[in-house]
């Protein structure tokens, strides 16, 4: 029987999993990703598309909120931003695809430099309400200058190829998706056992006792911004290739919150929490609408002319729901039913 | 000269309403040192009520009025009991993101509860215009101006004389001793958020008045944001003067650089300030710097 996790030595400590069948069930849920394209139909398709993008995103604001405990009203801004930045290199100038992914996460890397200059002097909400500022500003810029976006007409975007392959269907398009959301997962988990994982944690932590510690607060800060903003960026570029059209009306405000939502339904500062809360967060509105229309077919009717506010109100719900009563969020309740299947029939 | 004047003067007038808003923010970051994010969304529905009551009931000035404020009163009550109130003592992210859910929750009810377009708000008063030498300015907009000025002057009297209002600024300057001297802290914070709805209320419905309601008409409490840290996210007063500044930055940035700098200007306005005097102009708490 398993008694409890016992570590020894510094290496088993930031191991990236720290039992193997975490491994097998990864490679099983990766395979089923793969070869879920050929079994579902391009509906139920589109919701894994979307999540695998959102999953993206999510993390990278989770590097920025949940580690290093900034928080961000406005990254919605750096969405667009990597959005425009793809839609401008690779349809406006025909650079390669790669050069385009590149530019949507440098892009927004730069302006967050930028947004996080702020951060140094300031904490919680002050913080928040310079990202809020922020993401409305930007959209300003992006309709104003339009020798280079097209002001608010957008711009047209191709789905890519790359390495000789088109991504051009569906399927495709999804292991693209697919390949980026392993890549950033690996790439959070990374960061977060590394020495400048364990510095934003401790920032969030207690950032004066982090600067005694001899952590750099400015360095530090302004390194999960950046990194943050890469990443979101590139999150924002694929939902860009997704809709194959990019302007300011396709990344409402709402993204922002939705952002938000998906961390602290899932636990903040958890990579597993962004995933599980993500697919929550996705799934939350259609779930609701089925079950709603279980009942009535005046409801289903309900659903579909209100759709954007029944989201925004699912939304609200699930944060003020879950701070309430399960600030861990879905990764603590994991977390519990995981101790007492291990310890059962014992409490602990 | 002519246009210079007339944008400052219905800047002043979209100023008062900001300032009435941030005036909201600053009464319940006094008492409870959170920020409403749902601001904006409380003031639009007191509006829509307001706009119920002028439509079903009586459009007299007077009934609407006091309907307005019983609603105001109503809803801050009911929003600090069933959502702040269980919040109290959780770490400062976890309450203000509340308010965030709270906010997006509010603004699309009114999608549900009402619809999608824009109405007026007809009180017989406020649309008629008043030329002042050679620029015509409408009532509600002269009364929006008088409002703001008697409650900065009756806001002032409260916090400086009131028993209740002393109150409020011992539990905003250390609730434990507070709490120590028999101040019901929970009474107090129900109180700021009743007084704050009450006058982003009145704001709502003065919007509505001169302007038009809509379902977009939560963007006043993000205009309001940038009132409020000018003014000082602490500091009552100066958040309503803060307001006028802002509606004339705006107002002459929209009427010289075009639209696009009108929407904007608030929002720069927070950052330069932000990065320059953080606790605003009249705020005096100093914000713990690391």
Not at chain 2, 21 to 44: P, R
Not at chain 2, 222 to 251: H, M, Q, R, W, Y
Request: aromatic residues 10%.
């Amino acid at each position: 029987m398993r008694t409890g996790d016992y570590k020894q030595t510094y290496g088993e400590l930031v191991a990236l999993v720290d039992s193997p069948p975490v491994w097998l069930w990864s490679v099983v849920l990766v395979l089923a990703l793969i070869g879920a394209p050929y079994a579902l139909n391009a509906y139920a398709l589109s919701f894994v598309t979307i999540i695998l993008i959102t999953v993206v995103g999510a993390l990278g604001l989770n590097i920025l909120t949940g580690y290093t405990g900034l928080i961000s009203l406005g990254h919605v801004g750096f969405l667009v931003t990597g959005a425009y930045a793809y839609a401008i290199l690779v349809s406006k100038y025909q650079m390669h695809p790669l050069v385009g992914f590149l530019g949507a996460g440098v892009v927004p890397a730069l302006a967050s430099l930028i947004v996080g200059a702020p951060s140094l002097r300031l904490k919680g909400l002050y913080l928040a309400i310079t990202t809020l500022a922020f993401s409305f500003i930007i959209n300003t810029v992006i309709l104003e200058a339009r020798t280079l976006t097209n002001g608010a007409r957008g711009i047209a975007v191709q789905r890519p190829e790359l390495f000789g392959i088109s991504f051009d269907s569906d399927v495709a398009f999804t292991w693209l998706c697919l390949g980026f959301a392993i890549a950033t997962l690996f790439a959070t988990l990374n960061i977060r056992r590394s020495r400048v994982g364990r510095a934003f944690v401790a920032i969030r932590d207690n950032d004066t006792a982090a600067r005694v510690m001899g952590i750099n607060l400015h360095a530090y800060k302004l390194l999960a911004f950046v990194t943050s903003a890469f990443i979101t960026g590139i999150s924002g570029a694929l939902y860009g290739i997704y809709l194959s059209f990019v302007s300011v009306e396709g990344f409402p405000f709402l993204l922002s919150i939705e952002a938000l939502a998906i961390l602290i339904v899932g636990g903040l500062g958890s990579a597993l929490g962004a995933v599980l809360g993500t697919v929550l967060i996705v799934l939350l509105p259609e779930a609701t609408r089925l079950v709603f229309s279980l009942f009535s077919a005046q409801m289903d009717a309900l659903f579909s002319t209100g759709a954007q506010e029944l989201k925004s109100m699912l939304y609200g719900l699930a944060i003020i729901l879950f701070l309430r009563f399960q600030p861990r969020g879905l990764v603590g309740v994991w977390h519990d039913l995981r101790r007492t299947w291990v310890h059962w029939p014992l409490r602990y | 000269m002519q246009y210079f004047t007339q944008l400052v003067i219905s800047g002043l007038a979209i100023g008062a309403i900001y300032g009435l808003i941030a005036m909201g923010f600053a009464v319940i970051y006094k008492s409870t040192g959170l920020v409403n994010f749902a601001q904006g969304e409380m003031t639009m529905i007191v509006a829509y009520i307001a706009w119920t009551i002028s439509t079903t009931v009586s459009g007299n000035l007077l009934v609407v009025t006091i309907a307005a404020i019983i609603a105001a009163v109503v809803l801050g009550l009911v929003v600090e009991r069933l959502v702040m109130r269980p919040m109290l003592g959780e770490p400062l992210f976890a309450t203000v993101m509340v308010t965030i859910g709270l906010a997006v929750i509010l603004r699309s009810s009114i999608n549900f509860i009402w619809d999608a377009y824009p109405h007026g708000l007809d009180v017989g008063f406020g649309r008629d215009i008043v030329r002042v030498g050679t620029i015509g300015v409408r009532t509600g907009q002269i009364a929006v101006i008088a409002t703001l000025l008697v409650l900065l002057a009756a806001i002032w009297a409260f916090f400086r004389y009131s028993k209740f209002g002393v109150a409020m600024r011992a539990v905003a300057a250390d609730d434990r001793t507070a709490l120590l001297m028999g101040i019901s802290a929970p009474r107090v914070h129900a109180a700021a958020w009743a007084a704050s709805s009450v006058i982003a209320g009145i704001a709502g419905v003065f919007f509505a008045i001169s302007y038009d309601l809509s379902p977009a008409m939560f963007q006043l409490g993000l205009k309001a944001f940038p009132a409020t840290i000018l003014g000082g996210l602490d500091a009552v007063l100066g958040s309503g003067v803060g307001g006028l500044l802002i509606g004339i930055t705006e107002n002459l940035a929209g009427g010289y650089f075009g639209s696009g700098m009108k929407e904007v200007a608030g929002f720069l306005m927070i950052i330069v300030v932000l990065m320059i005097r953080p606790f605003g102009i009249f705020g005096d708490r100093d914000i713990e710097r690391v």
